[in-house]
C-alpha cells in the first residue's frame, strides 16, 4: 500500500555533488522513519544514512561530513545531499520508509533503487 519512488542518481565526477530524493504516497498513517542505503556489485546493501520521526540522524563513518539527510514532512519525501562524492560512493541507492499503513501495522518499505556513479 506503500510506494517509493527515488530520483536524482547519476554520473559525476570525483568532488562533485548530488541530491537523491525519495517520495512516499500510498495509504500512510504515519512515517517512524526514512532511511537511504547503498549496494555496490558484490557487496552487501549498508546503511549510509537515516532520520527518524522525531529527526534525529545516523550516518555511517564513511559518508559523515558529506552527507546530509533530510525530510519534507508535508510531501512524505526524504533527501540525501551528497558532497565531495568519492568513486566508493559508486553504489544503488535505496530508499527506505518504515512507517504504518493498512493494518495499523508498522512495515519497511524499499524503492527500487537509483544508481550513483562517480568517475575518477
Known amino acids: 500500500q506503500v510506494q517509493l519512488v527515488e530520483s536524482g542518481g547519476g554520473l559525476v565526477q570525483t568532488g562533485g555533488s548530488l541530491r537523491l530524493s525519495c517520495a512516499a504516497s500510498g495509504i500512510i498513517f504515519s512515517i517512524e522513519a526514512m532511511g537511504w542505503y547503498r549496494q555496490a556489485p558484490g557487496a552487501q546493501r549498508v546503511l549510509v544514512a537515516a532520520?527518524?520521526?522525531?529527526?534525529?540522524?545516523n550516518y555511517a563513518d564513511s559518508v559523515k561530513g558529506r552527507v546530509t539527510i533530510s525530510r519534507n514532512n508535508a510531501k512524505n519525501t526524504v533527501y540525501l545531499q551528497m558532497n565531495s562524492l568519492r568513486p566508493e560512493d559508486t553504489a544503488n541507492y535505496y530508499c527506505?520508509?518504515?512507517?504504518?499503513?493498512?493494518?495499523?501495522?508498522?512495515?519497511?518499505?524499499w524503492g527500487r533503487g537509483t544508481q550513483v556513479a562517480v568517475s575518477t
Open positions: 532520520i527518524s520521526s522525531g529527526g534525529s540522524t
Open positions: 527506505n520508509v518504515r512507517a504504518r499503513s493498512v493494518g495499523n501495522v508498522i512495515r519497511d518499505y
